[in-house]
């Protein structure tokens, strides 16, 4: 294959796939405003984000993207109106329902991280089956942060590090970095439990509590899109504006 053929020119957004990141995750922001600007009930907003989701990881797995990490709800979402969290809490089930054997044909494998004990019985339902169902597939994980925080992360993995050294199985002196990525709720998806990229939509930067110990040499890409405007080739632009960054962890060389 000539190097030309490796490109996709899709509206002059050219992505090199010999280097898409392995590990894209995105702040799903915007859904309210998106609804506002048409006058129509936040939750519209977020039923429209749900079907962005739908064609951003049928893109993201076109594309070879190996895991895809969406913020679907925080630790804090649960201060927003009780209406807002009920719809939000409801989406998972209408998307599993529908979407599960479109994941399987595309041979993407669900997984869940965040505190799922938490959640309406039926969200925590539909999240097992989804799990369940796609648990033979080997290509890309979408991976639904669902009620999860990352400070609440951080503190459950050093209380259990805490009782593994109270209960002897380990000594202070041997706990390393690699020791905290092991706690962590993305350490299932090792080798590719940090992300290469973080993608905010809707014009805001913050991290809100977001993959706050992962993100520590993530590529930050803060698009104007609101969440339920991003397309496939918002997310080729997302690659497009990665592949012309140069990563060097802390050191001189270029190894991106
Ligand atoms: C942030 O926008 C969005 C959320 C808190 C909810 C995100 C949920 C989805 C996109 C649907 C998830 C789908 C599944 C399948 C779980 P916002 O409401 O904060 O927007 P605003 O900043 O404009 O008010």
Redesign the pocket.
Known sequence: MSSTDKKVDNQNIEVDLDHIPNHIAII???????AQKRHLP?VA??KQ??NT?KTITKAASDLGVKVLTLY??STE?WKRPKAEVNY?MK??VS?FNTFVPDLIKNNVRVNVMGYIEELPEGTQKAVNQAIEDTKDCTGMVLN?A?NYGSQAEITTAVKSIANQVKMGNLEPEEVTPDTISENLMTHSLAPFENPDVLVRT?GEERLSNFLLWQVAYSELVFVQT??PDFTADTLKEVIHTFQGRQRRFGGLKETN
Do not use: E, Y
Request: glycine content about 16%; aromatic content about 20%.
């Open positions: 799903m922001d915007g859904n309210g405003r998106w936040r907003g977020h984000g749900m989701v679907a709800f979402n939000i989406l998972p998307f639904f669902l809707s609101h969440w």
